[in-house]
């Protein structure tokens, strides 16, 4: 074999390498979509969001079991500020957000940066009263945004947990959508993400084709090689 084949044979199996990271990637995505499915259809038929609207809006001040919820907004302030209070205690400062209460009714005003959601545990029959909030300003990256919940029990305790997309649970994965600015999975945004489908169909048939490639280029010079070895 000539100097100039053993520098093709390398490129073959560099080839074919890179054919075989291209399907690792793509493999990995693939079973991460699929555990994304799974959890996503597990959480829908264990849990049940009940809709607050009144009138086609959702009331700022919520009473959940003894616990006073209410948002509002500090219009002293500059810029206005958006106030939560639970039991009439100040919990959170949202600012530099944009609102709209002229426009909008009720909880729409805030929607951007704190919603309220009702849901319950179809297995224990339980209910809980979720606030989520964006805590990071409203300018700020969706990789570096950080979130908060307060989660009430039937038994009115209040349960506050601070996170990102990074370090979020399963549910708070739930409780945050509405409020972020992408639709985020617990194991794998991608079945969320416009064109993730295909992107992944894409870079399986760019493994596979590299992978062919490799093969056939390193297979055709080995046999170039026999032939003319005989």
Excluded: C
Excluded at 17 to 34: E, K, N, R
Excluded at 44 to 68: A, C, I, M, N, P
Aim: no cysteine.
């Amino acid at each position: 074999m000539s100097k100039k084949q053993k520098i093709w044979l390398k490129i073959s199996g560099a080839i074919f390498i890179v054919g075989i990271v291209l399907m690792m990637i793509a493999a990995y995505f693939l079973i991460q979509s699929i555990r994304e499915s799974f959890y996503q259809s597990s959480f829908e038929k264990r849990y049940e969001f009940t809709s607050l609207q009144e009138d086609g809006s959702v009331d700022t001040v919520q009473v959940f079991h003894g616990v006073k919820i209410n948002t509002y907004v500090e219009e002293e302030s500059d810029p206005p500020t958006i106030i939560l209070e639970i039991n009439d205690e100040e919990e959170a400062e949202l600012k530099g957000y944009e609102i709209n209460v002229d426009d909008e009714e009720g909880m729409k005003a805030f929607s951007g940066g704190i919603q309220y959601k009702l849901v319950t545990d179809t297995t224990s029959g339980k209910e809980e009263f979720i606030v989520s909030l964006l805590t990071s300003p409203a300018n700020e990256s969706e990789s570096s945004a950080t979130y908060r919940t307060y989660t009430i029990n039937e038994n009115g305790i209040v349960k506050k947990s601070d996170f990102t997309t990074e370090s979020k649970s399963k549910l708070e994965t739930q409780w945050i959508r509405g409020i972020s600015k992408d639709t985020h999975g617990y194991y794998t945004d991608l079945p969320y993400q416009d064109g993730g489908t295909s992107s992944l169909w894409f870079l399986s048939f760019m493994g596979l084709l590299f992978m062919t490639g490799g093969f056939w280029l390193g297979r055709t010079l080995l046999i170039n090689k026999s032939g003319a070895a005989a």
